[in-house]
């Protein structure tokens, strides 16, 4: 089974950023797309941005011009590189890959902007 692996949550200051890292256990091949969703105390979860094997990427109006998500194929790895953070973007945040054969979780990683 897919296993996903996510790293560099924190603390940081409001307008300050973090780079979230997603490492899959096994190449996701030519067929996937890989998502960020995020879910704050009270709040269902939501979709932050998503990035498809044609490269083509999707972010939420929310953090729009301030998110970027990207990935390396040969480190199986994906990437949301956040900045101008806020308070509101304070929340625990899962890695989603998508592929032919299973749809896989990350156990999350917490985000925590200070105003």
């Known amino acids: 089974e897919v296993q996903l692996v996510q790293s560099g949550g924190g603390l940081v200051q409001a307008g300050g950023s973090l780079r979230l890292s997603c490492a899959a256990s096994e190449p996701t091949f030519d067929d996937y797309y890989i998502a960020w969703f995020r879910q704050a105390p009270g709040k269902h979860r939501e979709g932050v941005a998503c990035?498809?094997?044609?490269?083509?990427?999707y972010y939420a109006a929310s953090v729009q011009g301030r998110f970027t998500i990207s990935s390396d194929n040969a480190k199986n790895t994906v990437y949301l590189q956040m900045n101008s953070l806020k308070p509101e973007d304070s929340a625990v945040y899962y890695c989603?890959?998508?592929?032919?054969?299973?749809?896989?979780w990350g156990k999350g990683t917490r985000v925590t902007v200070s105003s």
């Open positions: 989603n890959a998508n592929v032919a054969y299973g749809n896989y």
């Open positions: 990035i498809g094997d044609d490269g083509s990427t």
